[in-house]
């Protein structure tokens, strides 16, 4: 199986910054896409940032320019450093992988368990 960790949620002022990080173990044979969504409360999961494996990211129009993805291939770690934050990017966020298990050809999602995040003063 490969198992996805997040970490760096909590709660901070309308304006702050947080660091999320999303490690991925287990039995990977390789991952290609990394990206990071979230789900407010009573709101669908939205799609919020992808890193390919190449290195091309793409952000959702209400987090560009403030949110920064990045990733360590040798780590298996993909992070989101998310700027000038607004009550309204309040959600839990979760870190997806597409990856392939090790012996396998075949491609799947993967999830965490999601981090929350808190923008309030």
């Known amino acids: 199986q490969v198992q996805l960790v997040e970490s760096g949620g909590g709660l901070v002022q309308p304006g702050g910054s947080l660091r999320l990080s999303c490690a991925a173990s287990g039995s990977i044979g390789s991952i290609n896409n990394m990206g990071w969504y979230r789900q407010a409360p009573g709101k669908e999961r939205e799609w919020v940032a992808t890193?390919?494996?190449?290195?091309?990211?793409d952000y959702a129009d209400s987090v560009k320019g403030r949110f920064t993805i990045s990733r360590d291939n040798a780590k298996n770690t993909v992070y989101l450093q998310m700027n000038s934050l607004k009550s309204e990017d309040t959600a839990v966020y979760y870190c997806n992988a597409e990856a392939r298990r090790l012996g396998t050809l075949l491609w799947s999602n993967y999830w965490g368990q999601g981090t929350q995040v808190t923008v309030s003063s």
């Open positions: 890193d390919t494996r190449g290195g091309s990211t």
